[in-house]
């Protein structure tokens, strides 16, 4: 349901739906238009769903500022794994990451991918003739078959993987060059353009410069195709850890190293607003702003905050998968609109699809078209009203739907309330467990009461839903084996290597 009422985006966390501007101010929002939309994607890595300005984080962000003002805010927005790899095939395939066979981080001794047969959104756009970019981290495979390039992207820059499989990580800096936990640590990190690697061994200084040259790309690419529908993907490697950034930011947030790491990124969405205004087709595009997961907690200080959501990176807890999450598009989105209903990244393929005027991939997805939600048609409700569910190391941990969330008995990695690392180094986690528990997201996004036994049937209910899912998708927790599950691509002995 849609309520006309002022820009809301300052409103407290929890709405019941997509709250509008009064109806006489978006005249424009109905305009037929004939060019179908340019997409821009930028998914942050490890960003935490408070770290930003319109969700109440201390940083400096004011063109995430802006583009809430201009736009929509999520506030119940959720990945599909709270780990990059996974969590980037959901977003890319419309799929849970456990259908497509992708689960957790792949490592740079991987020899796997995504599957080459699955459809990826820049795939979809293509089949409707856009350019496509992916300008940022990749982390679904790194050997030739399974790069961006393979997978619909026609053209690349970035990592094959995350900024910390890397020899100069900050956990090693104590240990001599030649210590055999360095010498057993990760190669050397190398940059691709393409299928080539331009830089077979990235420094820190180095990686002090990616966020400043993928978005010299992204915008590069914008202002080449300004005559032809695109779909730009821009997966950025910060803010993972280790923190980098550019001369123009480090030291410059007060905020620390992470801060400075939020601001540059906040700079490049800036960036790519501004060029889509100077190329006139800021009318013409959707850009969406969302991350991979929570803030890694065990970095401490160069980590990012859940606020009052439980747990971050790697759990099944709100602090894991919820993300902070906006959406611009200026005409269609009304802007200073919030979004209270349950969304996930498994739905950006399938709204993308209805948006271009794509075919649908012929084999199974599991996302939903949310197109009326971002469009603030009238009702528009979260089409999860029945179910989505969580899977981490191939085990059904949780199940929700549009406001309950059932977690099932598993065990986690938690600081238990500790201190979290310092100087780029980690704290240990230790494993607690939870048992069968039920929470209330609407009145309790925090998840910190357990209310099974006073909805013995709200359990029941989704208790049967997660037997289907298990059917379907397996599960380890309970020794379940998916028949809806494709394999992921497996790297044959035919096949071209990637070597640096
Ligand atoms: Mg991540």
Same mark, same amino acid.
């Given at each position: 349901?849609?309520?006309?009422?002022?820009?809301?985006?300052?409103?407290?966390?929890?709405?019941?739906?997509?709250?509008?501007?009064?109806?006489?101010?978006?005249?424009?929002?109905?305009?037929?238009?004939?060019?179908?939309?340019?997409?821009?994607?930028?998914?942050?890595?490890?960003?935490?769903?408070?770290?930003?300005?319109?969700?109440?984080?201390?940083?400096?962000?004011?063109?995430?500022?802006?583009?809430?003002?201009?736009?929509?805010?999520?506030?119940?927005?959720?990945?599909?794994?709270?780990?990059?790899?996974?969590?980037?095939?959901?977003?890319?395939?419309?799929?849970?990451?456990?259908?497509?066979?992708?689960?957790?981080?792949?490592?740079?001794?991987?020899?796997?991918?995504?599957?080459?047969?699955?459809?990826?959104?820049?795939?979809?756009?293509?089949?409707?003739?856009?350019?496509?970019?992916?300008?940022?981290?990749?982390?679904?495979?790194?050997?030739?078959?399974?790069?961006?390039?393979?997978?619909?992207?026609?053209?690349?820059?970035?990592?094959?993987?995350?900024?910390?499989?890397?020899?100069?990580?900050?956990?090693?800096?104590?240990?001599?060059?030649?210590?055999?936990?360095?010498?057993?640590?990760?190669?050397?990190?190398?940059?691709?353009?393409?299928?080539?690697?331009?830089?077979?061994?990235?420094?820190?200084?180095?990686?002090?410069?990616?966020?400043?040259?993928?978005?010299?790309?992204?915008?590069?690419?914008?202002?080449?195709?300004?005559?032809?529908?695109?779909?730009?993907?821009?997966?950025?490697?910060?803010?993972?850890?280790?923190?980098?950034?550019?001369?123009?930011?480090?030291?410059?947030?007060?905020?620390?190293?992470?801060? #400075? @790491?939020?601001?540059? %990124?906040?700079?490049? /969405? *800036? !960036?790519? +607003?501004?060029?889509?205004?100077?190329? $006139?087709? &800021?009318?013409?595009?959707?850009?969406?702003?969302?991350?991979?997961?929570?803030?890694?907690?065990?970095?401490?200080?160069?980590?990012?905050?859940?606020?009052?959501?439980?747990?971050?990176?790697?759990?099944?807890?709100?602090?894991?998968?919820?993300?902070?999450?906006?959406?611009?598009?200026?005409?269609?989105?009304?802007?200073?609109?919030?979004?209270?209903?349950?969304?996930?990244?498994? #739905? @950006?393929?399938?709204? %993308?699809?209805?948006? /271009? *005027? !794509?075919? +649908?991939?012929?084999?199974?997805?599991? $996302?939903? &078209?949310?197109?009326?939600?971002?469009?603030?048609?009238?009702?528009?409700?979260?089409?999860?009203?029945?179910?989505?569910?969580?899977?981490?190391?191939?085990?059904?941990?949780?199940?929700?739907?549009?406001?309950?969330?059932?977690?099932?008995?598993?065990?986690?990695?938690?600081?238990?309330?500790?201190?979290?690392?310092?100087?780029?180094?980690?704290?240990?986690?230790?494993?607690?467990?939870?048992?069968?528990?039920?929470?209330?997201?609407?009145?309790?996004?925090?998840?910190?009461?357990?209310?099974?036994?006073?909805?013995?049937?709200?359990?029941?209910?989704?208790?049967?839903?997660?037997?289907?899912?298990?059917?379907?998708?397996?599960?380890?927790?309970?020794?379940?084996?998916?028949?809806?599950?494709?394999?992921?691509?497996?790297?044959?002995?035919?096949?071209?290597?990637?070597?640096?």
């Amino acid at each position: 349901m849609i309520r006309a009422m002022r820009p809301t985006y300052l409103l407290p966390l929890v709405l019941g739906a997509c709250a509008a501007l009064p109806v006489d101010t978006q005249a424009t929002a109905t305009a037929t238009k004939t060019r179908p939309p340019n997409i821009v994607v930028i998914f942050i890595d490890d960003l935490g769903y408070a770290d930003i300005g319109p969700f109440g984080g201390g940083i400096p962000t004011p063109h995430l500022d802006r583009m809430a003002a201009e736009g929509m805010k999520f506030t119940d927005f959720s990945v599909s794994s709270a780990v990059c790899s996974a969590s980037r095939a959901a977003l890319l395939t419309g799929c849970y990451h456990q259908r497509v066979g992708i689960a957790g981080a792949l490592g740079p001794d991987a020899k796997s991918g995504l599957h080459p047969d699955e459809v990826t959104i820049a795939e979809l756009c293509k089949s409707k003739g856009y350019a496509t970019a992916c300008f940022g981290k990749w982390h679904l495979g790194h050997h030739p078959k399974f790069l961006p390039t393979n997978q619909g992207f026609d053209e690349f820059y970035g990592l094959p993987y995350s900024n910390d499989m890397w020899p100069l990580h900050p956990a090693y800096a104590d240990l001599p060059p030649d210590a055999a936990k360095r010498k057993q640590g990760y190669p050397p990190l190398p940059l691709l353009d393409g299928e080539r690697v331009v830089d077979a061994e990235v420094t820190g200084e180095e990686q002090a410069l990616l966020t400043r040259q993928y978005t010299e790309r992204a915008v590069d690419f914008i202002e080449r195709h300004r005559e032809q529908p695109f779909f730009l993907y821009v997966p950025h490697t910060m803010v993972h850890v280790p923190l980098f950034a550019s001369p123009e930011f480090a030291g410059k947030s007060g905020h620390g190293p992470y801060g #400075d @790491v939020v601001m540059e %990124i906040d700079w490049s /969405v *800036g !960036a790519i +607003l501004a060029a889509l205004q100077r190329g $006139g087709i &800021d009318d013409d595009t959707l850009v969406l702003f969302t991350s991979d997961n929570g803030p890694w907690l065990s970095y401490g200080e160069h980590a990012g905050s859940a606020g009052a959501l439980r747990e971050g990176k790697g759990t099944m807890f709100e602090g894991g998968i919820r993300t902070p999450t906006l959406a611009r598009w200026p005409g269609r989105v009304p802007a200073g609109s919030v979004c209270g209903e349950f969304a996930a990244t498994i #739905d @950006v393929l399938p709204t %993308i699809a209805r948006l /271009v *005027g !794509a075919e +649908l991939p012929q084999h199974r997805i599991d $996302g939903f &078209d949310i197109s009326p939600l971002l469009l603030a048609e009238p009702e528009a409700t979260s089409p999860h009203r029945l179910f989505c569910c969580y899977y981490d190391g191939g085990q059904l941990q949780a199940v929700r739907d549009a406001r309950w969330k059932l977690h099932f008995p598993h065990r986690y990695a938690t600081l238990g309330g500790g201190p979290g690392g310092s100087n780029g180094r980690p704290a240990p986690y230790r494993t607690e467990s939870i048992g069968l528990a039920l929470f209330d997201l609407r009145a309790d996004p925090g998840e910190t009461t357990d209310v099974a036994a006073a909805h013995p049937d709200v359990v029941a209910r989704l208790q049967a839903l997660a037997a289907a899912a298990r059917a379907d998708l397996g599960d380890k927790l309970t020794g379940t084996a998916g028949q809806g599950v494709r394999p992921a691509g497996k790297l044959l002995p035919e096949d071209a290597l990637m070597r640096w």
